[in-house]
């Protein structure tokens, strides 16, 4: 069983930056690849960016260049620093996981999640 916990959601103005944690239970943190959703009022839960036991990142286009992936295999936590946010990115923010080292690219790939943490960017 994997428990995953989000904190550093919050609100702020248009072009400024917020930094989300994920911390994870489990011994075998370091082996899973772990990822970011999204999902914004009265629309469907979107991947954002994933990254791999060894550090490989991925991003969806909507954030690429601005989203920043990270992980301390040590403190068993993911980060998601997000630069240059936009009224688009306003949405409940969630860590997500297979299980395992295959990363997910769906909401129908993961089996654990956190419980969200809110992002709200203003205009």
């Known amino acids: 069983q994997v428990q995953l916990v989000e904190s550093g959601g919050g609100s702020v103005q248009a072009g400024g930056s917020l930094r989300l944690s994920c911390v994870a239970s489990g011994h075998t943190y370091s082996s899973y690849c772990m990822a970011w959703f999204r999902q914004a009022a009265g629309k469907q839960r979107e991947w954002v960016s994933s990254i791999s036991s060894f550090g490989g990142a991925t991003y969806a286009d909507s954030v690429k260049d601005r989203f920043t992936i990270s992980r301390d295999n040590a403190k068993n936590t993911l980060y998601l620093q997000m630069n240059s946010l936009k009224p688009e990115d306003t949405a409940m923010y969630y860590c997500?996981?297979?299980?395992?080292?295959?990363?997910?690219?769906?909401?129908?790939?993961?089996?654990?999640w956190g419980q969200g943490t809110q992002v709200t960017v203003s205009s």
């Open positions: 997500a996981t297979r299980g395992g080292g295959l990363c997910p690219a769906r909401s129908s790939d993961v089996n654990y």
